[in-house]
């Protein structure tokens, strides 16, 4: 208490001119129109650039969930296509639902990299949020990669911009398959090794993915054929393709639980883990 009078006493010359100054102004404003008027402009002003900041900052986190929602319903829809098309193609022995029915985890990307080699992408759902390894991410446009390790609440992908990914695709309408591997470089391409010299199909063609992965379903979208050369042996084709998705706006992923493929993804592992081969 003591301080607080010793502070009155020392400031009060200075606190009676703030107190006199703030009736002056409640009295000029109040009492004379114009320069109430004058007040009210100006109040009006700067709570109308308030409440434009306001709304800027609610349409960008609108968009954000928007975007989300977008990309997981392009996904949906997507997955959904496919299964129609399966079950026109086998009308003589329909697909049941429960195979060939996916759940569709959404997440966001919270950390991505492209300049390296082996590139990494770590989003936020992990195995709290049903998300196992092996499972296949994919965007709104494109595939992603593939689940390599999981917390409860993140998870690491393995992303086509990877030299350890390697992915089984087709060439849409074509039948003609190969697998998707990244060298490095550009970000916007890769390569499909391993198409048959028999192969017929032109540039531009879609590349899908064919569904002999344990990953993926058939028919996600890839890319496009940009150009074709030899391999080294000359025995089969190799394919430079400009895939669909774009590696570096990347924010919205949704995470394929293809829970009818656990049972084949179990039977690779094995086989992976007796005679020693790759596959995915």
Same mark, same amino acid.
């Given at each position: 208490?003591?301080?607080?009078?010793? =502070?009155? &006493?020392?400031?009060?010359?200075?606190?009676?001119?703030? =107190?006199?100054?703030?009736?002056?102004?409640?009295?000029?404003?109040? =009492?004379?129109?114009?320069?109430? &008027?004058?007040?009210?402009?100006?109040?009006?002003?700067?709570?109308?650039?308030?409440?434009?900041?306001?709304?800027?900052?609610?349409?960008?986190?609108?968009?954000?969930?928007?975007?989300?929602?977008?990309?997981?319903?392009?996904?949906?829809?997507?997955?959904?296509?496919?299964?129609?098309?399966?079950?026109?193609?086998?009308?003589?022995?329909?697909?049941?639902?429960?195979?060939?029915?996916?759940?569709?985890?959404?997440?966001?990307?919270?950390?991505?990299?492209? /300049?390296?080699?082996?590139?990494?992408?770590?989003?936020?759902?992990?195995?709290?949020? /049903?998300?196992?390894?092996?499972?296949?991410?994919?965007?709104?446009?494109?595939?992603?990669?593939?689940?390599?390790?999981? &917390?409860?609440?993140?998870?690491?992908?393995?992303?086509?911009?990877?030299?350890?990914?390697?992915?089984?695709?087709?060439?849409?309408?074509?039948?003609?398959?190969?697998?998707?591997?990244?060298?490095?470089?550009?970000?916007?391409?890769?390569?499909?090794?391993?198409?048959?010299?028999?192969?017929? =199909?032109?540039?531009?063609?879609?590349?899908?993915?064919?569904?002999?992965?344990?990953?993926?379903?058939?028919?996600?979208?890839?890319?496009?054929?940009?150009?074709?050369?030899?391999?080294?042996?000359?025995?089969?084709?190799?394919?430079?393709?400009?895939?669909?998705?774009?590696?570096?706006?990347?924010?919205?992923?949704?995470?394929?639980?293809?829970?009818?493929?656990?049972?084949?993804?179990?039977?690779?592992?094995?086989?992976?883990?007796?005679? /020693?081969?790759?596959?995915?």
């Amino acid at each position: 208490m003591q301080s607080l009078l010793a =502070f009155l &006493s020392k400031y009060n010359h200075w606190l009676l001119f703030v =107190f006199l100054e703030v009736v002056s102004m409640v009295l000029l404003f109040r =009492f004379n129109s114009y320069q109430g &008027s004058v007040y009210f402009t100006a109040a009006n002003a700067v709570s109308g650039q308030v409440l434009e900041w306001n709304s800027g900052v609610e349409k960008f986190l609108y968009q954000s969930e928007l975007n989300e929602q977008l990309t997981k319903r392009n996904v949906q829809l997507e997955l959904q296509n496919r299964q129609l098309m399966a079950m026109l193609n086998k009308r003589e022995a329909p697909i049941p639902k429960d195979v060939v029915g996916y759940k569709v985890i959404s997440a966001k990307v919270v950390s991505n990299s492209l /300049g390296k080699r082996d590139n990494f992408i770590v989003i936020d759902k992990g195995s709290a949020d /049903g998300v196992r390894r092996d499972m296949g991410v994919t965007s709104g446009t494109g595939i992603v990669g593939t689940v390599y390790l999981t &917390s409860a609440h993140h998870s690491l992908v393995i992303p086509v911009l990877n030299s350890r990914s390697n992915i089984s695709v087709a060439i849409s309408k074509r039948g003609y398959f190969g697998y998707l591997q990244w060298s490095g470089g550009d970000s916007r391409t890769a390569d499909v090794n391993d198409v048959p010299r028999h192969a017929h =199909f032109r540039l531009y063609d879609k590349v899908v993915t064919s569904g002999y992965s344990s990953i993926f379903p058939p028919g996600l979208m890839v890319g496009k054929v940009l150009h074709v050369y030899n391999s080294d042996d000359g025995m089969s084709y190799r394919l430079k393709v400009q895939l669909s998705t774009d590696f570096g706006r990347l924010r919205d992923v949704c995470v394929i639980d293809n829970a009818p493929m656990e049972e084949r993804i179990n039977l690779i592992r094995a086989a992976q883990d007796s005679l /020693g081969i790759q596959a995915q």
